[in-house]
């Protein structure tokens, strides 16, 4: 199991999906980590977050109730600071980058804000790793469906991200930097370089816009993504005898040039 025994840092953790993400971290599903630690900058959240947990009461929810008793971690920061994020990040072995300003029309009103987070606070995970030559793993850039042939400032932000995060698989170190997506619609099935794509997900009719089933998505990306790549559901393809196959989208290699 991937996760076992692993320090797993969750950047946005008090976030619609950041929280969702948590959960099921707690299950254990790919692997019961050592630690989960929540970063984000919000302490009312994440106080909000630590009592949810504490007043689970529900059978189905006990062994939730206890790892939460046992794994989890609140650290105030923000992915904008460089300081705070690279004491999170020393005690990490996998990232997960969920900390995002994507609310469409707010990074439309207020661009750099969208700039800050976005852009700036996937450059902050990467030089921290890379500067201060942490052993981390694995870092899952979490990105959307917006991010392909972007119309919005949401969108362009996330693609930049993508790019960041594929590109800093050139640099030395043993760390690797891979992306995924999820999203709130049918859109169009191409690749980053906007080529029609044939190779899906077999899990996903569409993309979809529920925290849940993005996060069984975002669990693929420690598992089978490789250094430079990114990952993201689609519609599901039959073949000739109407069994659906299993496959991923992948784009992005190791040298950065999309789509080949």
Not at 93 to 113: G, H, I, R
Not at 170 to 199: K, M
């Amino acid at each position: 199991m991937i996760l076992k025994d692993k320090s797993v840092l969750v950047t946005g953790g008090t976030g619609s999906l950041g929280k969702v993400l948590v959960k099921r971290l707690l299950t254990g599903e790919i692997g019961l980590p050592r630690q989960i630690i929540v970063f984000s900058r919000d302490e009312a959240k994440q106080h909000s977050m630590r009592l949810a947990f504490k007043h689970l009461r529900a059978p189905t929810d006990e062994v939730i109730y206890d790892n939460f008793e046992q794994l989890l971690q609140f650290r105030i920061g923000d992915v904008r600071d460089l300081h705070s994020l690279t004491t999170a990040l020393r005690d990490a072995d996998v990232v997960f980058n969920a900390a995002a300003l994507k609310q469409v029309p707010s990074c439309e009103y207020f661009p750099f804000e969208a700039v800050q987070t976005n852009i700036n606070g996937a450059e902050n995970i990467v030089r921290a790793i890379l500067a201060h030559k942490l052993p981390i793993d694995t870092v899952v850039g979490i990105s959307t469906d917006k991010a392909c042939k972007p119309v919005n400032v949401m969108g362009m932000t996330k693609a930049v991200q993508e790019r960041i995060f594929v590109r800093a698989n050139l640099d030395p170190g043993d760390t690797r930097f891979i992306c995924v997506r999820y999203g709130n619609s049918s859109v169009p099935r191409t690749d980053t370089s906007g080529r029609p794509s044939h190779h899906h997900h077999h899990r996903y009719d569409s993309v979809s816009s529920q925290p849940r089933a993005g996060c069984r998505y975002d669990f693929c990306g420690p598992s089978r993504g490789a250094s430079g790549r990114d990952l993201y559901p689609a519609r599901a393809v039959g073949d000739s005898q109407g069994h659906r196959r299993r496959t991923y989208r992948k784009s992005a290699n190791r040298n950065c040039s999309h789509g080949h």
